[in-house]
């Protein structure tokens, strides 16, 4: 079996230098690297029409990931990478912090919320999949990430996914890529939650041998207990982030894409706050105008 130590302790370096991450700022105050748009005329978006009727958008999010996105229960402040490409985008079409209706979707319920016209997009690591776009379209991607493997740290009988035998027990969430990746592909026995955080709980109370999905994610929760967590092997996966939009609003997606485009300098100015202690170079992907 191969050993994949130096992968996993620089996980684990990266991991750490997250925890810093969440002093760097980035949030809703007023340091942010994108400014709030005057006057946005779209024509042909009912989704950005119905927006701006109402004077309000709502934004589908996850609020238990931290760096990626998160809600302190104590002061009511969201914070991470998603959260901030979600209020630039808001910013993009109009809309400011005060504009913006968080809504928590966990990964199982996303396109169904789209579809029910509950929420107006979804920024929250969605991967773009052609399944997920019979139902949705994507706009983005905005990041790359690949599925990986969050153990105990005094785990040391799985280093990979080439260690996920039928007797280990891997958690992921309902709805997820990594979870259907695990059923199709692996031998191990899947657990499922709704949320990543059920799944480290499993894992911390010895339920779940394994917490499975996207590196990004788990280096958030391996920052926030180093002495207990530990990332191992290498990313097995291709995760690309989309952000989620009205199946068909061609306009509105298109708006998206080319304020993406057209925004590296706040992309990576987004980055560097949320994500740039994990030593993880940001590199923005080019836009898919499928
Ligand atoms: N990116 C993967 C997905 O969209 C896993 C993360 C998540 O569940 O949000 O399924």
């Known amino acids: 079996m191969k050993k994949r130590?130096?992968?996993?302790?620089?996980?684990?370096?990266?991991?750490?230098?997250?925890?810093?991450?969440?002093?760097?700022?980035?949030?809703?105050?007023?340091?942010?690297?994108?400014?709030?748009?005057?006057?946005?005329?779209?024509?042909?978006?009912?989704?950005l029409d119905a927006i701006q009727?109402?004077?309000s958008i709502v934004i589908?999010?996850?609020?238990?990931?931290?760096?990626?996105?998160?809600?302190?229960?104590?002061?009511?402040?969201?914070?991470?990478?998603?959260?901030?490409?979600?209020?630039?985008?808001?910013?993009?079409?109009?809309?400011?912090e005060d504009q913006i209706e968080y809504s928590?979707?966990?990964?199982?319920?996303?396109?169904?919320?789209?579809?029910?016209?509950?929420?107006?997009m979804y920024v929250g690591t969605y991967s773009i999949t052609d399944d997920r776009k019979e139902q949705i379209d994507f706009a983005g991607p905005y990041a790359i990430t690949g599925q990986g493997l969050l153990v105990s740290a005094d785990n040391d009988t799985i280093q990979s996914d080439e260690d996920l035998t039928s007797d280990v027990t891997v958690c992921s969430a309902t709805g997820s890529t990594p979870i259907q990746n695990i059923r199709d592909n692996y031998d191990a026995t899947p657990m499922e939650y709704d949320t990543y955080s059920q799944c480290i709980a499993q894992v911390e109370d010895g339920g779940a041998d394994a917490v499975?999905?996207?590196?990004?994610?788990?280096?958030?929760?391996?920052?926030?207990?180093?002495?207990?967590?530990?990332?191992?092997?290498?990313?097995?996966?291709?995760?690309?982030?989309?952000?989620?939009?009205?199946?068909?609003d061609d306009a509105f997606r298109e708006f998206l894409n080319d304020a993406l485009?057209?925004?590296?300098?706040?992309?990576?100015?987004?980055?560097?706050n949320n994500l740039g202690a994990t030593g993880i170079e940001g590199d923005q992907p080019a836009v898919d105008r499928y």
């Open 5 to 47: 130590r130096i992968t996993s302790l620089a996980a684990v370096g990266a991991a750490a230098a997250l925890v810093l991450a969440g002093c760097a700022g980035g949030g809703g105050g007023g340091d942010q690297p994108w400014e709030v748009a005057d006057d946005v005329e779209l024509e042909g978006s009912p989704t």
């Open 60 to 96: 589908g999010v996850k609020e238990d990931q931290p760096g990626l996105g998160y809600l302190d229960a104590a002061t009511g402040e969201r914070s991470g990478f998603d959260v901030d490409i979600a209020r630039w985008m808001a910013a993009e079409l109009g809309f400011d």
């Open 261 to 272: 485009e057209n925004g590296g300098d706040i992309w990576t100015a987004i980055w560097d």
């Open 53 to 55: 009727a109402r004077g």
């Open 104 to 120: 928590a979707i966990p990964s199982a319920n996303r396109e169904q919320e789209l579809v029910n016209g509950n929420i107006d």
């Open 212 to 248: 499975t999905t996207d590196e990004l994610i788990l280096l958030g929760y391996a920052a926030q207990s180093p002495d207990t967590l530990q990332i191992v092997g290498e990313p097995f996966s291709e995760e690309l982030y989309g952000i989620g939009v009205p199946k068909g």
